[in-house]
């Protein structure tokens, strides 16, 4: 079983910057895609970015050019570096590990983008 705690979320102002934390129970790292989602009230669930094994990055349309996906596989650390944040980036955050037909999710973490 592959346990996975986020943190790293808050309240900041448009404009501002956040790093998500992820991290993994377990050597999971260097097998797993690692992802992170992100679900607004009112909205379904939607993928942010994800890194495979190999290294690959995918971002949502709306989040490039300004998050960035990354891992510490020494830590079984994932992160997600969140700038230039929108109002519209307001949701909470979760991480997710998915290796074929198994898929993992963390208790998600609370960004708020406000003045």
């Known amino acids: 079983q592959v346990q996975l705690v986020e943190s790293g979320g808050g309240l900041v102002q448009p404009g501002g910057s956040l790093r998500l934390s992820c991290a993994a129970s377990?050597?999971?790292?260097?097998?797993?895609?690692m992802g992170w989602y992100r679900q607004a009230p009112g909205k379904q669930r939607e993928l942010v970015a994800a890194i495979t094994s190999g290294g690959s990055t995918n971002y949502a349309d709306s989040v490039k050019g300004r998050f960035i996906i990354s891992r510490d596989n020494a830590k079984n650390t994932v992160y997600l570096q969140m700038n230039s944040l929108k109002p519209e980036d307001t949701a909470t955050y979760y991480c997710?590990?998915?290796?074929?037909?198994?898929?993992?999710w963390g208790q998600g973490t609370g960004v708020t983008v406000s003045s």
């Open positions: 997710n590990a998915a290796l074929t037909w198994k898929v993992y």
């Open positions: 377990g050597n999971i790292l260097n097998m797993y895609t």
